[in-house]
């Protein structure tokens, strides 16, 4: 039996190191979220849903703001599905946040989604979707291999990370938490993905609601960061078909966003206003240049903002 | 509690270090560990079948006392009767009521009556076509004199429940599996290895194999109408590896964890897809059952002893039977008929067991004839998996038109990683047939090789199984 167990552990010790080495390799290429429990805790976050994790790109915003706020910003973005404001997204947050830190910048990302559940009772934290999901169930989000999340949440199977370094690479998350991705990955073209979108979209029409608890919890959350330094509401700009599914969706948006900035003194800037037209993927998502371009936008509107 | 989950990982070291170093002392307490081991193992499933499985198992414990005891005939019919009667209800209730409703209500609508269809909201308990069958043939064997009872109820109740082989089988005879109970436990590292090297092959089957497979498989099979006959042709291949990794791996996986404890199960797949003909395919798919069946069911109708008419009857009853077995779905009875009809030219030319020993038994490589044979009864078994595979009649046919379209020749309109699978499954296959002559293909490979290249052997394994390893996919036995 010794033998048997000996011989067991030995050989279990090779395969086991390889895997920890595989791992190791995973930059990014091979799952949208991963690193961003990986990465140390962060003084400045960027916060939202899809638009946010691809249209805004820390590294521009830290070319002007770096000098201003003295932090770095990490951008801690998911999707619509994981992370709407909630007693889910709050406390990962306040994980990925540097205890100690107190002059950090925030730039809050809202849309009507963010503050809507697709539940029967959208006011019952309880039954909130993202319960069940790894923001939740995830304790540490910021150590160097992340177990929980390469045992339960890892999208693919691993070999996908080896793959990924012999094939060209549609998407990337940044070290930084920003998620590159190149139109290249849907194949088809700007219109036929605006379409599926629009019709993706208008679907989740007739099942999300608005949900007062979920906007209480983005006042919760905007307090919280309010100790942690300056705080910045961002809705993102759009294409004119998606604009109108939110607007149907939350009439009173930007009245409630405008409320907030008020109550809490915060900037809130509607990007949907501007003159600038920047270029979407799929109607939702920012393009490459536009994405860079935004940024700097964002960040020569936070600037003026502090003026 | 899944083989390839995490549960597994946790529960069945933990069992094995027990069995070994606290339960060795004595019989009783190595076969009553096993029995709460299983029942841990079924319950974690489903802890309200519990019931189910020992109610199953007390009835023909008793009957089995009975029977033995009894040397009246009509006794002995009436418990045999008894433990025929509730296993078969058992199994008939959970698993056939609602296909005999909705058959029925179709067949009156059709004739042009009214009825409502009227369905149970039945869960089906994992295994139980598996443990109904193997209890049934304790109690037919101890009625056709060929065991004697036991009144070692630990022992009894452990054998039905045995944990590794409980919900997708082999389905052991318990003239080969109980007297195993009787005989204490004393580690043997030889089949403690084995064992090893069975699981490890197994978890290959079933994580690299089937569930990768699986994937292409469900697009093939999810919209066939909307795809070309290149995307239907691997679909359907890549269906019968993928039933074969799964069951096959499932069996592994079963047999491997029982040589760990110290048990030997029988063989459940002896390398089905290097059949030459349809008759050797039956004798090397699914083993237990299919002797199952031609032990309780083909002899005692009279197998081949009557006339031509009789056994052809028989054949056929056996081959619908065992497709029913597999679920209560008209598909899986069209698929037992379909290998009826193949199995039956052979049987009439008296060429059904012309194919008995291992091909190529002497040769590294199959003659072309040989080859042709294999690859002409990989095509016909494949045509079946179809039927096997789709959820309905119309469907099957509809697929199996698409795949005779000049779509054949397109370029297969799938993810890029398809090629990455067919070069997995030709790995798979090429050690499947370097293993051939063994029980598992990698029982005794590469035993005489250098060291290093054994455990290299192993290393690979274990290192495809962690890296192609997708979310915890169940069984496909598990449902039958």
């Known amino acids: ?307 | 509690m899944l083989f390839n989950s995490f549960e597994f990982l946790l529960f069945f070291p933990l069992v094995f270090l027990l069995f070994w170093f606290v339960f060795q002392k004595n019989l009783k307490a190595q076969n009553s560990f096993i029995l709460l081991a299983s029942y841990v193992f079924y319950g974690w499933w489903d802890w309200r079948f519990l019931g189910l499985i020992a109610f199953s198992s007390l009835v023909d414990y008793i009957c089995g006392l009975k029977i033995g005891a009894a040397e009246d005939t009509f006794k002995r019919k009436v418990y045999l009767g008894i433990s025929l009667g509730v296993n078969l209800g058992l199994l008939g209730f959970f698993k056939y009521f609602n296909f005999f409703i909705d058959s029925t209500v179709q067949m009156i609508n059709t004739i042009g009556f009214q009825a409502n269809p009227y369905s149970l909201q039945l869960i089906l308990p994992v295994g139980i076509s598996f443990y109904t069958f193997q209890t049934m043939s304790y109690t037919i064997d101890i009625y056709r004199r060929k065991m004697v009872p036991t009144k070692d109820a630990v022992a009894f109740f452990a054998y039905v429940s045995f944990f590794p082989q409980l919900v997708a089988g082999p389905i052991e005879r318990a003239a080969n599996l109980l007297p195993q109970f009787f005989k204490k436990k004393v580690f043997d590292y030889g089949l403690a290895m084995d064992g090893m090297r069975q699981i490890l092959w197994g978890l290959f089957m079933k994580v690299v194999i089937a569930d990768n497979c699986a994937v292409f498989v469900n697009q093939a099979f999810n919209n066939p109408e909307s795809q070309p006959a290149s995307n239907l042709l691997i679909g359907a291949v890549f269906f019968s590896f993928q039933i074969y990794g799964d069951f096959g791996g499932y069996s592994n996986i079963a047999i491997g964890t029982g040589k760990l404890l110290g048990f030997n199960l029988m063989q459940n797949f002896a390398f089905p897809y290097f059949s030459r003909d349809i008759a050797e395919f039956w004798r090397r798919w699914h083993i237990s059952l299919s002797t199952w069946f031609r032990d309780y069911v083909y002899i005692p109708l009279g197998g081949s002893k009557g006339s031509k008419y009789q056994s052809l009857r028989n054949i056929l009853i056996i081959f619908l039977v065992s497709g029913f077995w597999h679920g209560a779905n008209w598909t899986f009875i069209i698929w037992g008929g379909i290998h009826a009809a193949l199995f039956i030219p052979l049987y009439l030319f008296g060429k059904n067991r012309i194919n008995i020993g291992i091909v190529s038994q002497n040769k590294a490589l199959p003659s072309f004839y040989e080859l042709g044979q294999m690859l002409v009864t990989f095509s016909l078994v494949t045509l079946g998996w179809v039927f096997f595979r789709s959820p309905d009649i119309i469907s099957a046919v509809g697929y199996i038109q698409g795949l005779f379209d000049m779509s054949i020749f397109q370029k297969p309109q799938m993810d890029i990683r398809v090629y990455l699978f067919i070069i997995l499954v030709l790995i798979f296959m090429m050690l499947e047939w370097g293993g051939r002559r063994e029980e598992f293909a990698i029982q005794k490979m590469a035993f005489h090789k250098p060291i290093l290249i054994r455990y290299g052997l192993y290393y690979g394994l274990v290192m495809a199984v962690f890296l192609f390893a997708r979310k915890e996919q169940e069984f496909i036995y598990f449902q039958f």
């Open chain 1, 1 to 307: 039996m010794n033998r048997f167990l000996v011989k067991l552990f030995i050989f279990s010790f090779f395969p086991l190191a390889t895997l920890y080495g595989v791992f190791l390799l995973e930059n990014g290429t091979a799952d949208p979220f991963y690193q961003r429990f990986t990465t140390p805790k962060q003084e400045a976050l960027i916060l939202g849903n899809s638009k946010a994790a691809q249209g805004i790109i820390p590294a521009v915003l830290d070319q002007k703001l770096f000098q201003e706020f003295g932090a770095k910003i990490y951008n801690y973005s998911f999707t619509v599905y994981n992370s709407p404001y909630g007693p889910v997204y709050l406390e990962s947050l306040t994980k990925k946040l540097d205890e100690n830190s107190k002059s950090g910048y925030f730039v809050i990302t809202v849309d009507p989604w963010s503050i809507a559940s697709d539940i029967n009772d959208p006011d019952n934290p309880d039954k909130f979707e993202e319960n069940g999901r790894f923001l939740a169930k995830i304790d540490k989000v910021n150590s160097g291999q992340n177990f929980t999340y390469l045992f339960d949440w890892f999208s693919k199977s691993y070999y996908e990370i080896l793959l990924m370094k012999l094939k060209p690479n549609f998407s990337k998350l940044h070290s930084d938490g920003w998620f590159e991705t190149t139109a290249d990955m849907i194949g088809t073209s700007e219109p036929e993905r605006r379409k599926q979108m629009v019709d993706f979209y208008n679907d989740y029409l007739t099942k999300y609601r608005y949900s007062e608890k979920r906007f209480k919890y983005l006042q919760k959350t905007i307090e919280f960061l309010q100790t942690k330094g300056s705080v910045f509401l961002v809705r993102l700009p759009l294409h004119q078909d998606i604009l109108e599914i939110e607007n149907e969706l939350d009439p009173d948006f930007d009245s409630r966003m405008n409320f907030i900035s008020q109550q809490y003194e915060i900037p809130y800037f509607e990007f949907n206003d501007s003159k600038i037209k920047w270029q979407f993927k799929d109607g939702l998502h920012m393009t490459l240049e536009s994405a860079r371009d935004f940024s700097d936008h964002l960040s020569k509107e936070i600037l003026l903002s502090r003026k």
